[in-house]
């Protein structure tokens, strides 16, 4: 379907290196598998209109003949004028050919990193998409440019059947290539994470509620009578925390693969049937640590169905918690601190609640009434919980080894102490 769409492009003179505006118009398409298109971007409202008044980046993954081209007309229907579409055909992109590709690759992610500054609402990149690196070099781009991303493969029966595609495919590949191609899809089927990613005016609107909370904090005397509690380096509390990306609220934390049940999270219909949903978070509370700054996340009953049943559990063997005590918002982290100690601050808060241990109230501040939970731990229950809209997608980053250069060390698996 694309393809016929771009032949009329170049006959129109627009060329190869400039993404196009997506015109509907009839078509004579195959019919549409069931359920390949049952997508909620597609399909609820509320998703679509979010959607449309935001900031997303698609990009699509898939293998010759698996129905790409068709979900990205079906996106492009959608959103219509809002929706930019770049093909990596156009741009003479060879998914058997990745390595001879460079520079349809380049054009590609020029053409993706012009459309996203320019502020288009939805910028689809339909290419294979199929190793770690476009994906993750791809959800770089998106968060540059405080974008969405959405990584979406076609639901179609024969979408990784090798014996099908050989005969669906136009490219004339083989069923050796497209086994290989396979191969690489299997790889990195699993992101880095899943999660509700905040939509970037709603990043600004928290990220200042944070400062002013800091701000707050640091004023008082007695935040500089406990500073001999912990270990503080700056008084400067906005310098001390150091901003981790895009705000997001992390479900389940796969590590491609690697941790423990990420096969099984991913594969879950409720799993599969939410991503590129839209939903809104109940923020609560605000908090910082030594270590981290944090939002409390309060999930809704449907929200908790994403929740991972062993999430609390993991972190703090020992105590039982509630399903979805660990849902936060990372805001910043002190030097060296990973991210994820965030959640776990944030446990040993619940958990010293539990034990009956309420901290010490300090004040009420704008935001709401302050407390001193010890050892350098303060959190302020917002009076007015802020209501965030978010998208639930996944992340895919650069790997350790990539980033050093050399094989990962095997981490440790973090738990939650009681202060």
């Known amino acids: 379907v694309f393809s016929a769409w771009s032949e009329k492009a170049h006959k129109a003179g627009q060329g190869t290196s400039a993404p196009s505006l997506f015109v509907a118009e009839p078509s004579e398409s195959p019919a549409v598998a069931p359920g390949s298109m049952s997508f909620a971007f597609l399909e609820q409202e509320d998703t679509v209109a979010f959607i449309r008044s935001s900031q997303t980046l698609f ?95 076609p639901r179609t029966e024969w979408s990784r059947n090798v014996e099908q595609l050989t005969k669906k495919t136009h490219r004339g590949l083989n069923k050796g290539q497209i086994q290989a191609l396979v191969c690489s899809m299997v790889e990195t089927s699993l992101p880095f994470y899943f999660g509700w990613f905040l939509c970037p005016t709603q990043q600004e609107k928290l990220r200042n509620m944070a400062n002013e909370f800091l701000s707050a904090v640091g004023s008082l005397e007695a935040f500089k009578e406990h500073v001999g509690d912990c270990k503080y380096e700056l008084m400067n509390l906005q310098q001390y925390f150091q901003d981790k990306g895009v705000l997001h609220c992390t479900t389940k934390f796969c590590d491609y693969g690697k ?31 030594p270590r981290t700054l944090g939002a409390q996340v309060s999930l809704t009953e449907a929200q908790l169905q994403l929740w991972p049943e062993d999430a609390e559990k993991e972190a703090v063997q020992s105590a039982d918690l509630p399903r979805g005590s660990r849902a936060h918002v990372t805001l910043g982290c002190a030097e060296g601190v990973d991210p994820v100690q965030t959640g776990l601050d944030l446990l040993e808060v619940v958990l010293q609640c539990q034990q009956g241990d309420k901290g010490e109230h300090v004040q009420d501040l704008e935001l709401g009434p302050l407390t001193y939970y010890g050892k350098g731990v303060w959190m302020v229950k917002l009076s007015e919980p802020l209501n965030t809209p978010a998208i639930f997608s996944s992340f895919y980053g650069p790997k350790e080894e990539e980033l050093s250069g050399k094989e990962p060390e095997k981490k440790k698996k973090h738990k939650c102490t009681v202060m």
């Open 259 to 289: 941790a423990n049940g990420a096969k099984e999270y991913a594969e879950k219909q409720v799993v599969r049937e939410s991503y590129g949903s839209k939903a809104d978070l109940v923020l609560t509370a605000l908090f910082l640590t």
């Open 59 to 153: 990009v699509l993954r898939g293998l010759p003949g698996s129905g790409k081209s068709q979900l990205a007309r079906a996106i492009g229907d959608t959103y219509k004028d809002l929706c930019t579409l770049i093909s990596g055909d156009e741009h003479g992109i060879k998914p058997e050919k990745y390595a001879a590709s460079a520079e349809g690759i380049k054009a590609v992610d020029g053409a993706v990193a012009d459309c996203c500054s320019s502020g288009k609402a939805v910028v689809v990149v339909d290419d294979t998409n199929h190793t770690h690196g476009r994906l993750a070099r791809l959800g770089e781009l998106a968060e540059e440019n405080q974008y969405v991303a959405l990584y979406v493969e």
